[in-house]
């Protein structure tokens, strides 16, 4: 484990010594996260994936530069390390966004109007303000999703709602994602059957590319 902590760390150091976006830097982030990727912390939760995903996102923004949160400082200990306590975070911020969800919705703001009562409610989680830069793998995850060739993420869609289809989930729940509240209230459908259909349908199609341009 010693020699693998160490290998890690040299590929973060020769990725970091190339400029940001280039073929060189990507090339290395990828290999990076290959070889992590079956290292880190995993649970069978519908959420996790989703996790994952910002995991991936944030290692590629933090590695070198620090653009969305501290900058990673090898000292402090190893890149799995690192990781697994992004992920874990991430995992329970789904968890307690999901039970906000699920149970009865609490008004966090209450103003009181001259014809009665009103509840307005207020989520912060929902205005997560969106990053200034993109990676280059997230950049090709959506040029994939928007281009579609062949036809299919438009072609699987949620019985009966032919808009709400694997290329606009997919598209929506890229970083910064749109909440999953948000696409209930816009499409008229239930959280679990959004989340449900984006696991089972979405999800496989996305990882495929993903693994097949070696970008996972």
Not at 49 to 75: H, K, M
Not at 98 to 119: D, K, P
Not at 130 to 152: R, Y
Request: hydrophobic share 30%.
């Amino acid at each position: 484990m010693v020699q693998f902590n160490e290998q890690l760390r040299c590929l973060v150091s020769e990725a970091c010594g190339h400029s940001p976006g280039s073929p060189q830097r990507q090339k290395l982030l990828t290999q990076i996260i290959r070889l992590t990727a079956s290292r880190l912390w995993r649970e069978s939760t519908p959420y996790y994936q989703d996790a994952l995903q910002q995991t991936w996102l944030y290692f590629c923004r933090n590695v070198c530069e620090g653009l969305t949160g501290q900058i990673y400082d090898p000292s402090c200990g190893s890149v799995i390390t690192w990781l697994n306590a992004y992920l874990r975070r991430r995992l329970q911020d789904f968890y307690i966004n999901q039970n906000r969800e699920q149970a009865t919705t609490v008004s966090l703001r209450v103003r009181q109007s001259t014809s009665g009562s009103t509840s307005e409610t207020i989520d912060p989680v929902d205005n997560l303000p969106s990053t200034p830069q993109t990676p280059p793998i997230l950049e090709d995850l959506e040029t994939w999703a928007n281009t579609d060739s062949e036809g299919e993420l438009r072609r699987i869609y949620i019985k009966g709602h032919p808009d709400v289809n694997c290329q606009v989930l997919i598209l929506r729940r890229l970083p910064p994602e749109v909440s999953w509240r948000e696409l209930s209230e816009e499409f008229g459908l239930s959280i679990p059957t959004l989340s449900s259909f984006y696991q089972r349908q979405c999800l496989p199609r996305l990882r495929k590319f993903a693994e097949l341009e070696g970008l996972l």
